[in-house]
């Protein structure tokens, strides 16, 4: 039978349950308590995560359950730290949330961009840029991006605009432009470009290159001074 009393001081040393350090019965190890606190019998300071709804329990050799009702202040606040460090292992094993970065042209989201008018968007491109819009755009450039334009509006719902080819490799990179695919000639082939809002104030030309880069393989003959002569077999 388990019962609740107040420790009397008379009773044999308790048995502490395992895991909360004591006398006997568990590990050996029992927080320090001030001398001016009052202790369990034997002179076993009460043990470690025995705190329940600011009581501590422990059980002494007669089987016999003995709640003290009003523990010292300092095993409060260590079953305090113990809840949280519990609370922060299950918060750390929980399975967090996939988050995606927020794409932003010099600070302005992609939204923002799509509604500003042409100074407001010119004001934030480089000064080449700049430049290069103040002065206006050419006819050609123009109609490139209403070819644009007419390839998203045909295009069904989430799938990709067909390809418009060009020749305008000076074309500067636009909000606007973002989602279409471009055909950017190279002096020989037209290299398909999905425009994405990396590109924004980039060149069209930088992202189709107009030649093959080099792959060096092992050298020929002759190449060094020591394969110019060909031991005899």
């Not at 895991?19 to 190890?29: I, L, N, R, T």
């Not at 422990?58 to 003290?68: A, P």
């Amino acid at each position: 039978v388990r019962v609740r009393v107040r420790v009397p001081f008379s009773l044999t040393p308790p048995v502490f349950p395992r895991g909360c350090g004591g006398v006997s019965g568990g590990s050996k190890a029992s927080l320090p308590l001030p001398a001016s606190l009052p202790r369990f019998p034997g002179g076993a300071s009460a043990p470690r995560g025995c705190v329940w709804k600011g009581e501590v329990a422990v059980r002494d050799r007669v089987g016999r359950t003995i709640v003290w009702e009003h523990p010292p202040p300092h095993l409060v606040a260590t079953r305090k730290q113990e809840t949280k460090a519990d609370a922060s292992i299950e918060m750390a094993d929980a399975p967090k949330k996939r988050t995606f970065k927020r794409f932003t042209y010099r600070g302005v989201e992609i939204e923002k961009l799509l509604d500003m008018g042409t100074d407001e968007l010119v004001e934030l491109f480089p000064a080449r840029a700049r430049r290069r819009f103040q002065r206006g755009l050419k006819r050609k450039s123009l109609a490139l991006i209403k070819k644009l334009r007419i390839a998203k509006k045909q295009a069904p719902h989430g799938e990709r605009p067909d390809a418009v080819r060009t020749h305008l490799r000076n074309m500067i990179i636009v909000p606007e432009m973002i989602g279409s695919v471009v055909g950017v000639y190279n002096g020989k082939t037209f290299n398909q470009v999905e425009i994405k809002p990396e590109m924004i104030g980039h060149y069209l030309g930088e992202f189709s290159i107009t030649y093959k880069p080099v792959g060096h393989g092992r050298p020929g003959i002759g190449a060094s001074t020591s394969s110019r002569f060909i031991p005899l077999k």
